[in-house]
């Protein structure tokens, strides 16, 4: 017979009958009914930091691989930083010597006589002056007038030289018969051609010899910036070619102009520097001759290189300074006033032939010919104005830091027409022209240097080796190779070539 109590039953009963009550348990197993600590201040405590790693990647299934990559610290530089300045300082030195170069001891230097010798041509001849000996050294004027450019080679070799070729030989014969008892006469010339021809060289050949002669050297160096990058800071040494035009240098409306013009302190103050270091000798023998209209007072008869220098020292000012210095080095000469021959040299011609990166009111784009200096300058290399005592406007494109300037290129193709006699080119109909450029080089002489000659080549490569710079034999052989390696003799990649690249 069946039960009538079930097994659950069984099972509920018997644990009711075992549970255990507060009088029969020990009072220190049975739980307080207040709380002996207060919860709330590890609530406030921060978070735990997480674990660090231990470089280890996590267990990876048998058989496969994991690239475990640990994080290095970056490394602590304990060096000294470069002081403001110094980096570009460093990459702009000119070095014009090489003390481990040999001396080559047969080395006439430039003068008078052998700029116009015939006899030297596809030789090099030193620039005479010994380096740091005295400012009124050739080399040390042509350093403070920034002639040398830091991608010539200068630092190669025991002393600074050039080669006479053809050009030179024409060139000093030019220059020789202006001034003194030569023709007081203005030769206007732009030198062109492709990059590495060695057209900035004949501009410092050009100085060179126009500081033999004694005259009167004012030169805008070409810029070492790429022709489309715009800086937006201010230069703190403005002085290129670029600085005119790229928007580094502080400008400011001319008054009473029309259309307005514009000036730049800062940049004239440099430039009157530099003229001041390069023509001091000069100018401290050359006097005021007449009386000026200036805002300021000015002493009656302060030598040129004073003046100069109150312009240097004051940007304010330095517009109407250049202005009276300019007056005054071309008032005629007479017996009481003496006053030299001009040279004005322009390296980067292309700079000024666009608009600017200046803006005006209405933030339009300033040409470059609405800057007053640059307006100047173009006044007398198109031939509105003259040289009254005679001298020289030398202008040079660049191959390598040139913008886009398709009005001067037709102006150079039809000038070198004009002088060769052959079909004048004409403007293209889908092409706006500038007619401002067109003007400013309207007559100017355009020469187009082309490589060396093999036997220029030839003593060019001598040089080298009587320098200890080459280390071959100079035979027929290597210099009709290295001549066609170096595109039909361009002085630039025969120097690479030969000096520069090493196997």
């Known amino acids: 017979m069946a039960s009538t109590t079930c097994y659950r039953c069984l099972l509920r009963a018997s644990s009711v009958s075992h549970k ?3 009088a029969s348990t020990p009072p220190y ?4 009914t207040t709380s002996s600590f207060s919860t709330s201040a590890s609530l406030l405590l921060p978070a735990p930091p997480p674990k660090k790693s231990s470089g280890t990647a996590a267990i990876t299934k048998r058989g496969e691989k994991q690239l475990v990559l640990m994080k290095k610290k970056a490394p602590v530089s304990k060096g000294k930083p470069p002081n403001p300045g110094e980096r570009k300082a460093m990459r702009k030195r000119i070095v014009l010597s090489n003390t481990n170069a040999l001396e080559v001891t047969d080395m006439q230097d430039l003068s008078e006589d052998t700029m116009v010798d015939m006899r030297l041509r596809g030789q090099v001849i030193g ?3 010994s380096l740091g000996a005295s400012t009124d050294s050739v080399v040390d004027q042509l350093r403070a007038v920034e002639a040398f450019k830091t991608t010539q080679g200068w630092g190669l070799f025991r002393r600074p030289g050039m080669l006479i070729r053809r050009e030179s030989v024409e060139l000093g014969k030019l220059l020789a018969g202006i001034g003194g008892e030569g023709e007081k006469k203005t030769i206007r ?6 990059k590495g021809n060695g057209k900035s060289m004949m501009l410092l050949q050009a100085m060179a010899m126009a500081y033999l002669k004694g005259w009167i050297v004012i030169n805008i160096p070409e810029g070492s910036y790429p022709p489309n990058h715009y800086h937006t800071s201010v230069s703190n040494k403005p002085g290129k070619a670029h600085d005119l035009t790229l928007g580094t240098t502080s400008y400011s409306p001319l008054p009473n102009t029309t259309p307005t013009k514009y000036i730049q302190p ?8 530099r003229i001041v270091r390069a023509n001091r000798r000069l100018l401290s023998t050359l006097f005021l001759s007449r009386t000026h209209n200036l805002s300021f007072p000015l002493q009656s008869n302060i030598s040129l290189d004073r003046l100069a220098n109150l312009g240097a020292n004051d940007p304010d000012i330095a517009w ?16 009481a006033v003496k006053r030299p021959p001009i040279l004005l040299a322009m390296d980067g011609l292309s700079h000024f032939m666009r608009d600017s990166a200046y803006r005006d009111a209405d933030f339009n784009p300033i040409h470059a010919h609405d800057l007053a ?3 100047h300058l173009m006044t007398y290399l198109s031939g509105t104005k003259t040289l009254p005592n005679g001298g020289a406007i030398f202008a040079a494109t660049s191959g390598s830091n040139r913008p886009s300037t398709p009005t001067l290129s037709l102006a150079l193709k039809q000038a070198e027409a004009r002088a060769a006699g052959t079909d004048i080119p004409q403007p293209s109909p889908f092409e706006t022209q500038d007619q401002r450029v067109l003007d400013a080089l309207k007559g100017v002489e355009v020469v187009r240097l082309g490589g060396l000659t093999r036997e220029e080549a030839r003593g060019l490569m001598e040089y080298y080796a009587a320098s200890g710079a080459m280390r071959q034999v100079v035979d027929e052989r290597l210099v009709s190779e290295k001549w066609t390696l170096a595109g039909g003799g361009i002085v630039g990649e025969l120097e690479k070539g030969t000096v520069r690249m090493r196997i």
Request: proline share 12%; charged share 10%; glycine share 4%.
């Open 20 to 22: 255990p009550t507060l």
């Open 29 to 32: 197993l049975i739980p307080s």
């Open 127 to 129: 620039l005479p002056g």
């Open 189 to 194: 010339r732009v030198y062109t051609g492709e």
């Open 266 to 273: 800062n940049y004239l103050a440099s430039l009157l520097a």
């Open 320 to 335: 109407p300074i250049f202005q009276t210095l300019w007056s005054e080095l071309t008032t005629p000469a007479s017996e």
């Open 373 to 375: 200096l640059v307006e």
